[in-house]
């Protein structure tokens, strides 16, 4: 599917693609490239395999006008990346970034396997609960409207509550647990316990 051509690993039961493809035409020319999952991505992290760009992410959630760059703390950003075009549930829309060779990894919400979405904080360490509709084994957080990090929790680290041991993904220093960053990860779904910036 598409107009360029990809090589595609797809699982759409469990609703996740991994996609490769090469972007041409240069930077103001849209293409598209099939992901094979057979339902609209929620989430798309993207990236230039020569590494001359960053880790974009597309969220449902903030549209098609918007990123999120993976490697950094920044803000969400208004962007070219995506063309303003929402994916389809056969294809992806890429047109800002150089001609080239990248990958991408899509993820579709699939019910009581996989959710993605967004949350209110409260800035309390008795913080929102969030449904997911079963219990998560791994979670990522990034506050999108200002600079914070993000930040990774999963049940094979921290098999109990509450889940301490954070990874982010933008930094290179190993493993925290602070207080400050808690969750409980519940039967369905996980509660913030710490009143962190992220």
Not at 22 to 41: E, Q, R
């Amino acid at each position: 599917d598409g107009s360029n051509t990809t090589t595609v690993s797809a699982s759409p039961d469990s609703g996740f693609s991994i996609v490769f493809g090469t972007k041409t035409n240069g930077a103001s020319v849209a293409n598209t490239f099939g992901h094979g999952l057979g339902k609209k991505p929620q989430v798309i992290i993207q990236k230039r395999q020569d590494g001359s760009e960053d880790w974009y992410t597309y969220w449902e959630t903030l549209s098609s006008l918007y990123r999120i760059q993976l490697n950094s703390s920044s803000a969400y950003t208004s962007t070219n990346v995506w063309h303003d075009v929402e994916p389809t549930n056969s294809v992806f829309t890429i047109r800002s970034f150089n001609d080239g060779d990248f990958i991408a990894y899509c993820f579709t919400q699939i019910d009581g396997f996989s959710s993605m979405g967004q949350y209110r904080g409260n800035g309390s360490d008795n913080g929102p609960f969030v449904y997911t509709g079963f219990r998560p084994a791994f979670v990522m957080l990034k506050k999108y409207n200002g600079t914070a990090d993000w930040n990774i929790r999963d049940t094979a680290r921290s098999p109990y509550n509450v889940v301490g041991r954070a990874l982010y993904p933008n930094l290179s220093f190993s493993e925290y647990s602070g207080s400050e960053t808690y969750i409980d990860i519940l039967s369905n779904g996980f509660r913030l316990r710490g009143n962190w910036n992220s």
